[in-house]
């Protein structure tokens, strides 16, 4: 799938397309269903499917000091955005130009412009435009007189609740990820690079793959049964600390996972860290000995939960 600019005209073959347009934090089931919706309106007509996204996050624009709250990154995003049937991705780059483009400019400058679009499909609660002057139905009016269709999905109920991004957030809070995978259609997962770290887990034989949290929202910290994912294609099953480590000095953040019975070097590798199950929050203890005692028993519950999905 190829990855366009927001802030170029397309190139000719993707231009006149159905543009999926939102944040698609966690591209959970909602968004999906918005992306179905424009795949397949652009299926229908034979133009191309197009998902348009913002990077960084509006949020993280208007306020840079708000605690990490993302649940993907671009590139995952854009990898679903492919599994999810799109011909390409269009990326908003998120800066104060953006920013101060009133409702009306955004369509006419981005949308009618830029992409020179045939159709535009969002969520019922899509805002856009300076100080979120433009809703869904004022979208729909201009794609009247700017000769396109704007159409928005329904919210998609799980448990007759809406889903959303905020409550899968609250479910990682919670120390809930199996609540938060049902929302998502698939285990939350932290991408990242594995840097070398101070070598204590590999000294008393849990050996650990570091990687650091970066914008990720901060599930609840503790213990995790987890699955790993290598450059590859490997699946790895393990036990994963997320958090400080409150056993040792400096307090230091990092997801740690410990894979089973791996030896490889994972060293400046990317890998995801999939959060399966909660096993218990972060503790302190008598000595190495009872904090060796503790790992070995969750690293067996870890395996006990991972071998019966």
Request: neutral net charge; hydrophobic residues 45%; contains cysteine.
């Amino acid at each position: 799938m190829q990855r366009l600019d927001g802030g170029s005209a397309v190139p000719p073959s993707w231009g006149g397309g159905i543009v999926a347009l939102g944040n698609f934090d966690g591209f959970h089931l909602g968004h999906q269903a918005v992306v179905a919706r424009a795949v397949a309106a652009a299926r229908d007509r034979g133009l191309p499917a197009l998902v348009a996204t913002f990077d960084p996050h509006p949020r993280a624009f208007f306020r840079p000091d708000t605690p990490p709250f993302r649940l993907s990154t671009i590139e995952q995003r854009l990898r679903l955005f492919e599994a999810a049937g799109a011909d390409a991705a269009v990326v908003f780059r998120f800066d104060a130009a953006l920013a101060a483009l009133t409702a009306e400019d955004f369509v006419a400058e981005r949308l009618t412009g830029l992409l020179r679009v045939a159709g535009v499909v969002t969520g019922e609660d899509f805002a856009f435009g300076r100080a979120k002057g433009g809703n869904v139905g004022m979208l729909a009016d201009l794609g009247r007189t700017g000769g396109f269709v704007a159409e928005a999905v329904a919210p998609v109920g799980l448990d007759g609740i809406a889903v959303s991004s905020s409550r899968i957030r609250d479910a990682l809070r919670d120390g809930r990820p199996g609540d938060a995978a049902r929302l998502l259609t698939r285990p939350f997962a932290v991408a990242g690079k594995v840097a070398h770290g101070d070598k204590v887990g590999r000294t008393i034989g849990y050996p650990t793959a570091n990687v650091a949290m970066g914008d990720y929202l901060r599930p609840a910290y503790g213990i995790y049964a987890v699955r790993g994912r290598l450059p590859d294609g490997t699946v790895l099953d393990g036990a994963a600390n997320l958090g400080i480590r409150p056993q040792f000095t400096p307090p230091k953040e990092l997801l740690e996972p410990h894979f089973f019975d791996f030896a490889g070097d994972l060293y400046g590798q990317e890998i995801a860290v999939e959060l399966i199950e909660y096993l218990r929050p972060e503790a302190t203890f008598d000595g190495l000995p009872a904090l060796m005692a503790q790992m070995e028993a969750d690293c067996a519950r870890a395996r006990a939960i991972l071998t019966s999905l």
